[in-house]
């Protein structure tokens, strides 16, 4: 299942229509979402660009950096069970707010 997981999330990604995302969020609040992923993502992920300790999972920054992240792409990632995060339900609001964070650090 693991290794099937990028074109999982690539198939979610394009089946998930882009103005429902949009939608959704333009509503989101990336302050808000940085204080939820501290609750959240804090344990496995480095939050902000500061962040220099060691995490078992990829560093927002460096998830922002890829030019192939979408919006679609991240909430069907966050909504797609897989091994290696915990899969508590975050509402969907919630859940714009953490992707408007995360976007919130790609570079210009």
């Known amino acids: 299942m693991h290794r ?15 103005w429902s995302a949009r939608a959704q969020q333009d509503g989101a ?16 992920h480095a939050l902000a660009p500061s962040d220099t300790a060691t995490h078992t999972g990829p560093s927002f920054q460096s998830i922002a950096d890829q030019p ?26 919630e859940t714009d707010d953490i992707i408007a964070y995360i976007l919130s650090l790609r570079h210009k």
């Open 4 to 18: 099937f997981l990028p074109a999982l999330v690539l198939a979610l990604a394009l089946l998930t229509p882009a």
């Open 29 to 44: 609040d990336p302050r808000h979402g940085f204080e939820l992923a501290r609750g959240w993502c804090a344990d496995c």
């Open 68 to 93: 192939a992240i979408t919006e679609p792409m991240l909430r069907a990632f966050l909504r797609t069970p897989h091994a290696r995060m915990p899969m508590d339900r975050i509402p969907a609001q």
